[in-house]
């Protein structure tokens, strides 16, 4: 699923800095918002799921549902918070 993601919206680590859009990080399910450019954070792997840092989570799992053939529903996703942050972010390999 993770391969999928990044070939298809492209891959950010935590920390690094983005373009407004809706961040999916597929290791917490954990969606985060950004209306403009800045840092995402620091919870491992991220995928632009949207250009929109407004889009609902309904829309984003539909669109997911669609490129991936799963079922989930915008109860599947929660907006990304501290208990998902985690010390060590990895090495930009797959976190997921």
């Not at 800045?38 to 539909?62: C, E, Y």
Request: hydrophobic share 35%; glycine share 12%; charged share 10%.
């Amino acid at each position: 699923m993770l391969d999928v993601l990044e070939m298809t919206y492209g891959r950010y680590n935590g920390g690094d800095t983005a373009t407004a859009g809706s961040y999916l990080c597929a290791r917490t399910m954990a969606l985060f918002q950004q209306a403009s450019d800045g840092a995402l954070p620091k919870a491992g792997t991220w995928v632009r799921v949207d250009a929109s840092g407004t889009q609902t989570f309904a829309n984003i799992a539909t669109t997911l549902n669609n490129l991936l053939n799963t079922s989930y529903t915008s109860g599947s996703f929660h907006a990304e918070g501290s208990p998902d942050l985690i010390g060590n972010p990895g090495q930009a390999t797959n976190d997921a």
